[in-house]
């Protein structure tokens, strides 16, 4: 019984020691590339990594459309390039917008209809307190949440090349 016990404590030891390993490995790696695990969409459990690198953030993110506005001296908040649950590349900028959520939501329908972006949705979700506009344009998908958060003003854009 006794030398059963140990071997129990001995397994349960080394399942702990391969758990830490696991999470801290996945959170970080080295240079500016993370890895985030996102919930799988057949289970609950987190299971699929999306490598994500950062981008300066005076600069774009790799294939990131040309003729989607920026707001000039914006405050960015996080400015990235990933590869996404689905294999795609994903080309990432969010900001600090000086304009209203109205006069954003306007401002993106607009220049993007300019340019031949084709509007698939434009989305009032005012149970979220969010604007929401999806177009595509070629390989290109792009999804534009605008949002408040701690009283600012955020634009959250994405785009998937396929």
């Known amino acids: 019984m006794k030398k059963m016990s140990i071997i129990?404590?001995?397994?349960i030891v080394l399942a702990l020691g391969v758990w830490y390993f696991a999470i801290t490995a996945s959170?970080?790696?080295p240079?500016?590339?993370?890895?985030?695990?996102?919930?799988?969409?057949?289970?609950?459990?987190?299971?699929?990594?999306?490598?994500?690198?950062?981008?300066?953030?005076?600069?774009l993110p790799e294939k990131f459309p040309s003729d989607v506005p920026l707001e000039t001296e914006a405050?960015?908040?996080?400015?990235?390039?990933?590869?996404?649950?689905?294999?795609?590349?994903?080309?990432?900028?969010?900001?600090v917008s000086k304009k209203t959520p109205d006069e954003n939501f306007a401002l993106y329908q607009s220049a993007l209809k300019s340019?031949?972006?084709?509007?698939?949705?434009?989305?009032?979700?005012?149970?979220?307190?969010?604007k929401i506009i999806l177009a595509s344009k070629g390989s290109n998908n792009?999804?534009?949440?605008?949002?408040?958060?701690?009283?600012q003003v955020k634009v959250s854009i994405n785009n998937i090349t396929k």
């Open 8 to 11: 129990l404590g001995l397994v």
């Open 27 to 29: 959170k970080e790696k």
């Open 31 to 59: 240079g500016n590339q993370n890895v985030f695990t996102v919930p799988s969409a057949s289970s609950s459990e987190f299971t699929v990594q999306v490598p994500m690198t950062d981008v300066d953030k005076n600069k």
């Open 75 to 95: 405050v960015i908040t996080y400015n990235y390039n990933a590869i996404n649950a689905a294999g795609e590349y994903q080309s990432s900028r969010e900001f």
């Open 115 to 130: 340019s031949g972006w084709t509007l698939s949705s434009a989305i009032d979700d005012t149970v979220r307190a969010q």
């Open 142 to 151: 792009l999804n534009i949440r605008i949002y408040t958060d701690a009283g």
